[in-house]
């Protein structure tokens, strides 16, 4: 999981860890703490930057072992927020700088979550975000996740969500669930060795 905002306090970290606990008990959660990602504005200049380099693959070993991603990014004048871009575009990156790396984000399910204080409940950006990840590849869910209002609902807990809302939770982290598991299961399987065949004959 990644928030699109490096905000303590932030409304989509918030939506983040109610996307974690209805996940509970089915799948291990790892949150990518996005105030501590401290990335230099994307720059071609600094592709020799040992430092730099060395926390872009960082971030691309996160991403590549995991089976599924969950962004919730806020809406800044209609796009992801900077921060997030800023980091897809060091991360997708890595691959042409140093050929020992591929590209860490192909037909990687995504689900995409957005919070706001907006009756959109940042839309605007989802179709942003939804254009970035699928340029660098990832297989993004037709659902997301939009919670309008995000401070009116706000708890010390989290967040008081009305029932529509849990129950379109419910079913989009179910469809993607789904996901998660066909692209972990194909990852163990193009590990395996190929078995040879016993069955065939050559020559007649």
């Not at 042409?96 to 919070?115: E, G, Q, T, W």
Request: hydrophobic residues 40%; glycine residues 8%.
């Amino acid at each position: 999981m990644i928030s699109g905002s490096q905000r303590r306090e932030s409304l989509n970290t918030r939506l983040l860890n109610c996307v974690s606990a209805a996940l509970e008990g089915t799948f291990s959660v790892e949150f990518l703490d996005s105030h501590l990602v401290d990335l230099p504005l994307f720059n071609q200049d600094l592709e020799d930057n040992p430092a730099v380099i060395g926390c872009v693959a960082d971030l691309h070993g996160r991403f590549n072992s995991s089976d599924g991603i969950i962004v919730a990014s806020p809406e800044y004048n209609g796009q992801v927020s900077p921060f997030l871009k800023n980091t897809i575009d060091w991360v997708s990156r890595l691959a042409y700088i140093d050929h020992a790396f591929d590209n860490p984000f192909v037909d990687r399910p995504l689900l995409l979550c957005s919070a706001s204080t907006g009756a959109g409940g940042g839309a605007l950006g989802i179709h942003s975000a939804r254009a970035l990840f699928s340029y660098v590849g990832c297989l993004v869910l037709g659902d997301s996740i939009c919670l309008p209002y995000a401070d009116q609902l706000l708890t010390e807990e989290g967040f008081d969500l009305p029932p529509y809302f849990e129950e379109q939770l419910a079913y989009s982290i179910n469809r993607f669930g789904r996901l998660v598991n066909n692209f972990g299961d194909a990852k163990v399987n193009q590990d395996q060795p190929p078995h040879a065949s016993t069955s065939s004959q050559i020559g007649s």
